[in-house]
C-alpha cells in the first residue's frame, strides 16, 4: 500500500522555526510532483508550496521568503523548512504526492494524514 506518513509538527512560538518531513512508502515506481497544503478550520485546503521532480518550486505568496520546500528523491522524502512563523500559519499540514505504483504507467494523488503546526504569539 502506498503512503505518506508526515512528521515534525507541533507547537511554536511567533518568530520560530519548524522543519516538516513526509516520506512516501510502498510500491511505488515513481514519484512526481510533491507539495504541501494547509488547512484552517472551516476552510478549503490551499497550497503552501510545490516542487517537481527536478527541484522546480513555487510558493503561496503568504510564505515566500519565508518557507523553503525540498525533497530528497533517494528517500522518496519531501520537507518544509518554515522560518520566522506566524500566528496566521497556525494551520494542519498535508503533504501531496503524485505517485505511480509499481506496475501503473498512471499516477495517483496521495495525501498524507495531516501534521498540526501551532504558533503563539
Known amino acids: 500500500q502506498v503512503q505518506l506518513v508526515e512528521s515534525g509538527g507541533g507547537l511554536v512560538q511567533a518568530g520560530g522555526s519548524l522543519r516538516l518531513s513526509c516520506a512516501a512508502s510502498?510500491?511505488?515506481?515513481?514519484?512526481?510532483?510533491m507539495g504541501w497544503y494547509r488547512q484552517y478550520p472551516g476552510k478549503q485546503r490551499e497550497l503552501v508550496a510545490g516542487?517537481?521532480?527536478?527541484?522546480?518550486?513555487n510558493y503561496a505568496d503568504s510564505v515566500k521568503g519565508r518557507f523553503t520546500i525540498s525533497r530528497d528523491n533517494a528517500k522518496n522524502t519531501v520537507y518544509l523548512q518554515m522560518n520566522s512563523l506566524k500566528p496566521e500559519d497556525t494551520a494542519v499540514y498535508y503533504c501531496?504526492?503524485?505517485?505511480?505504483?509499481?506496475?501503473?504507467?498512471?499516477?495517483?494523488?496521495?495525501w498524507g494524514q495531516g501534521t498540526q503546526v501551532t504558533v503563539s504569539s
Open positions: 501531496n504526492a503524485d505517485i505511480q505504483p509499481l506496475g501503473l504507467g498512471w499516477g495517483y494523488e496521495y
Open positions: 510502498g510500491s511505488i515506481f515513481r514519484i512526481n510532483a
Open positions: 516542487i517537481t521532480t527536478g527541484g522546480r518550486t
